[in-house]
């Protein structure tokens, strides 16, 4: 795990609280990568399919919006997904040259899989205290309350 480069710095406990939480999701990617390697999906084409609604389809923009990258970089995600029969792209109904992502129906399988095991937390948050876990989980609530979407 990486250590803050001088612990002995003053830091706001904000700061110091937001380093722990970017700490705590580096060290839990192997966690992700093994649990998206069980589906033979990358960490990022697993979190695509997650985000995909079973009921409402996501067009490639605001599936590279979700996902925090360029447009372009979607299509190889989705071309993979697409091979393997996880989605398939559908013309807009309003505007023809705009793809919209439609989960398939093995895809919608894989999508309710994924949920469910990353529904299970990884060992630094299974293994603290129940009041801790629920403690956690309201600060964190809180805290993606208060951000204006």
């Known amino acids: 795990m990486i250590k803050p480069s001088d612990p002995a ?26 649990l998206m390697a069980e589906f033979d ?7 695509a399919l ?10 490639m923009s ?3 919006d979700a996902l925090g990258c360029d447009a372009s970089n979607v299509t190889s995600i989705v ?7 996880f989605v398939e792209r559908r013309p807009l109904a309003m505007d023809r040259r705009v793809k919209e992502l439609a989960l398939t129906p ?3 399988e894989v999508h309710e899989q994924i949920v469910e095991r990353m529904h299970q937390p990884p060992p630094p948050i299974g293994n603290l205290s ?20």
């Open 106 to 108: 093995a895809g919608s």
């Open 62 to 64: 605001d599936l590279a």
């Open 79 to 85: 071309d993979r997904l697409e091979s393997r029969g």
């Open 130 to 149: 129940q009041a801790d876990q629920e403690q956690l989980r309201d600060i964190l609530r809180r805290a993606l309350d208060s951000v204006d979407v």
């Open 50 to 59: 997650k985000l995909l609604n079973v009921t409402q389809p996501l067009t």
């Open 41 to 47: 999906l990358t960490p990022l084409q697993g979190w």
């Open 9 to 34: 710095a003053p830091v706001s406990a904000g700061s110091e609280a937001w380093q722990l939480v970017y700490e705590l999701f580096q060290a839990n990617k192997p966690f992700m990568a093994a």
